[in-house]
């Protein structure tokens, strides 16, 4: 008797921390949710003086790690830095960047958390994200790719539209849309990131890896018996994205762009950063003044 | 409430790899920490140094490393998928915490247990297998349950290889979602249907054998 007693207390006890987690999670999501709403993002910014800027850790030529310095180094990095002299430019104020790794299932919750004022991490803009997010205006020309073994006679997706194969993408990008549409079926596994993506690949775990053309170019550069095939599938460039109903920010960061594209800033960044791929064609991403 | 209706089969597809793979790794993970743990105390120098050296490998590197180890270095060699590499890396690395659970349970079992199964004319492995190794279950029990509700939660391993299992389901519905929060809260709770009744079972156990004592 005193035992059943005691284990019925138990359960209750467990129940009850149950439910008393939940209800806390749904006060802190309810609370996140209001703490959206109320904040716009240019008057933190213009408060601050800094702008947060969320990037990649893992992505050769727009955000990696360099492990000297601890600090993320790219194309995405650099136009963030110039993007925030040339925002604090035109509201009058000195402004400093200041930035956080993100990775693709991070990115948005930190958005609206607000931990960070912008993402620029090699975000494809899609309709379905511009629903949570806004988008600047495009500020790299992008599209999927195909990356394969040299050796492995693939020539283009279609050559991997059977069930045996196995596409290799990375969680949370565009690259699962692409493969459904074009190569229905075959199987699609996601790994953590392009780094994990590519040992997969190296390991045989998977034929093939879809996602930015920029991006695969990236690990071709260090892996040289790989290669880029088929072509681009749909263009699908990436844009900067900040919190829902921020109209303010992104009027002033595109017209930052604009002003980085007309005084050549942007065309330099990119020759610093892309002509070190082979077989790119760089006047396919300058802009054409 | 939306989310989870939105995203349902992919919750439940996770659900069932996980206990899948649970399973497997539980079953596997109870013999070769047994078996290892008789390795530890066998009275040959050679088996028992064996046995030592193989739990403090395993239980001294961290999962991760011998999960990616399983799926990207022994792939290359023998074919396999990211849910296999991970349910073994899991029973392994599990067995390993298992064997030290089972070696303490046989400890704590008086000597002339043994000494008097032997007596009887039983042999040593029948002594071992009839007399002391149940025993020293009942003994290791509250160890053994917390070995194996973290044998649970430490298949969320499989999400870093492709496993197909609930975290990794979990990571794409955040990732399509953008509700990284609601997404991991239906994972969590997931993971609390499969380790609350383990719980009360290891409970139950605990209660009942020490009530046939």
């Given at each position: 008797m005193e035992k059943n007693k005691k284990r019925l207390f138990?359960?209750?006890?467990?129940?009850?921390?149950?439910?008393?987690?939940?209800?806390l999670g749904f006060w802190a999501a309810n609370r996140a949710h209001e703490n959206k709403r109320h904040q716009d993002t240019l008057e933190r910014v213009k408060k601050t003086k800094m702008i947060h800027w969320g990037v990649k850790t893992d992505t050769k030529l727009f955000g990696l790690v360099n492990t000297k310095s601890g600090q993320s180094e790219g194309f995405d990095v650099?136009?963030?830095?110039?993007?925030?002299?040339?925002?604090?430019?035109?509201?009058?104020?000195?402004?400093?960047?200041?930035?956080?790794?993100?990775?693709?299932?991070?990115?948005?919750?930190l958005l609206k958390n607000t931990n960070i004022d912008g993402v620029m991490a090699v975000m494809t803009i899609t309709k379905e994200r511009a629903k949570v997010v806004d988008f600047s205006n495009p500020y790299f020309p992008a599209g999927n790719a195909l990356l394969v073994r040299k050796d492995s006679g693939v020539q283009s997706i279609k050559d991997l539209n059977d069930p045996s194969k196995t596409i290799l993408i990375a969680l949370g990008t565009t690259a699962a849309d692409t493969v459904k549409k074009e190569a229905p079926k075959a199987k699609v596994l996601a790994l953590q990131d392009y780094a994990s993506a590519m040992q997969a690949l190296k390991a045989g775990q998977g034929q093939a890896i879809v996602t930015d053309n920029a991006i695969l170019y990236g690990l071709v550069a260090e892996n040289p018996d790989y290669q880029v095939v088929g072509g681009i599938m749909g263009y699908a460039p990436y844009g900067i994205a900040f919190d829902h109903n921020q109209p303010g920010m992104v009027k002033q960061a595109n017209q930052a762009l604009e002003s980085l594209e007309?005084?050549?800033?942007?065309?330099?960044?990119?020759?610093?950063?892309?002509s070190q791929v082979p077989g790119l064609d760089l006047s396919q991403l300058e802009v054409q003044s | 409430m939306t989310l989870f209706n939105h995203y349902s089969a992919l919750f439940f597809s996770g659900f069932g790899y996980t206990i899948l793979a649970s399973l497997i790794a539980l079953v596997a993970s109870l013999i070769l920490g047994t078996f290892f743990a008789l390795l530890q105390l066998s009275k040959k120098r050679f088996l028992a140094m064996l046995g030592n050296a193989y739990v403090q490998f395993l239980r001294n590197v961290p999962l991760l490393i011998i999960t990616l180890f399983f799926y990207l270095a022994v792939a290359k060699v023998i074919k396999m998928t990211?849910?296999?590499?991970?349910?073994?890396?899991?029973s392994l690395y599990?067995?390993?915490?298992?064997?030290e659970s089972v070696r303490a349970g046989i400890l704590a079992i008086d000597h002339g247990q043994m000494e008097g199964a032997l007596a009887n004319g039983l042999s040593y492995g029948q002594a071992m297998?009839?007399?002391?190794?149940?025993?020293?279950?009942?003994?290791?029990?509250?160890?053994?349950?917390?070995?194996?509700?973290?044998?649970?939660k430490n298949s969320s391993i499989l999400a870093f290889v492709g496993g197909l299992d609930l975290m990794y389901q979990g990571n794409l519905v955040a990732a399509s979602s953008f509700d990284t929060f609601t997404s991991y809260l239906v994972v969590g709770l997931f993971y609390l249907v499969l380790t609350l009744p383990l719980s009360y079972v290891m409970q139950y156990l605990e209660e009942h054998l020490q009530e046939s004592r």
């Amino acid at each position: 008797m005193e035992k059943n007693k005691k284990r019925l207390f138990g359960m209750v006890a467990a129940l009850l921390l149950v439910l008393f987690l939940l209800l806390l999670g749904f006060w802190a999501a309810n609370r996140a949710h209001e703490n959206k709403r109320h904040q716009d993002t240019l008057e933190r910014v213009k408060k601050t003086k800094m702008i947060h800027w969320g990037v990649k850790t893992d992505t050769k030529l727009f955000g990696l790690v360099n492990t000297k310095s601890g600090q993320s180094e790219g194309f995405d990095v650099d136009l963030a830095k110039a993007l925030t002299k040339q925002i604090g430019k035109q509201l009058g104020l000195e402004l400093t960047p200041s930035f956080t790794p993100v990775n693709a299932s991070s990115k948005v919750q930190l958005l609206k958390n607000t931990n960070i004022d912008g993402v620029m991490a090699v975000m494809t803009i899609t309709k379905e994200r511009a629903k949570v997010v806004d988008f600047s205006n495009p500020y790299f020309p992008a599209g999927n790719a195909l990356l394969v073994r040299k050796d492995s006679g693939v020539q283009s997706i279609k050559d991997l539209n059977d069930p045996s194969k196995t596409i290799l993408i990375a969680l949370g990008t565009t690259a699962a849309d692409t493969v459904k549409k074009e190569a229905p079926k075959a199987k699609v596994l996601a790994l953590q990131d392009y780094a994990s993506a590519m040992q997969a690949l190296k390991a045989g775990q998977g034929q093939a890896i879809v996602t930015d053309n920029a991006i695969l170019y990236g690990l071709v550069a260090e892996n040289p018996d790989y290669q880029v095939v088929g072509g681009i599938m749909g263009y699908a460039p990436y844009g900067i994205a900040f919190d829902h109903n921020q109209p303010g920010m992104v009027k002033q960061a595109n017209q930052a762009l604009e002003s980085l594209e007309k005084d050549g800033t942007y065309n330099t960044l990119i020759k610093k950063w892309f002509s070190q791929v082979p077989g790119l064609d760089l006047s396919q991403l300058e802009v054409q003044s | 409430m939306t989310l989870f209706n939105h995203y349902s089969a992919l919750f439940f597809s996770g659900f069932g790899y996980t206990i899948l793979a649970s399973l497997i790794a539980l079953v596997a993970s109870l013999i070769l920490g047994t078996f290892f743990a008789l390795l530890q105390l066998s009275k040959k120098r050679f088996l028992a140094m064996l046995g030592n050296a193989y739990v403090q490998f395993l239980r001294n590197v961290p999962l991760l490393i011998i999960t990616l180890f399983f799926y990207l270095a022994v792939a290359k060699v023998i074919k396999m998928t990211g849910f296999v590499s991970g349910t073994v890396a899991l029973s392994l690395y599990t067995s390993a915490f298992i064997a030290e659970s089972v070696r303490a349970g046989i400890l704590a079992i008086d000597h002339g247990q043994m000494e008097g199964a032997l007596a009887n004319g039983l042999s040593y492995g029948q002594a071992m297998s009839r007399v002391v190794l149940p025993q020293a279950f009942k003994v290791a029990l509250p160890s053994l349950g917390n070995q194996l509700i973290n044998l649970v939660k430490n298949s969320s391993i499989l999400a870093f290889v492709g496993g197909l299992d609930l975290m990794y389901q979990g990571n794409l519905v955040a990732a399509s979602s953008f509700d990284t929060f609601t997404s991991y809260l239906v994972v969590g709770l997931f993971y609390l249907v499969l380790t609350l009744p383990l719980s009360y079972v290891m409970q139950y156990l605990e209660e009942h054998l020490q009530e046939s004592r």
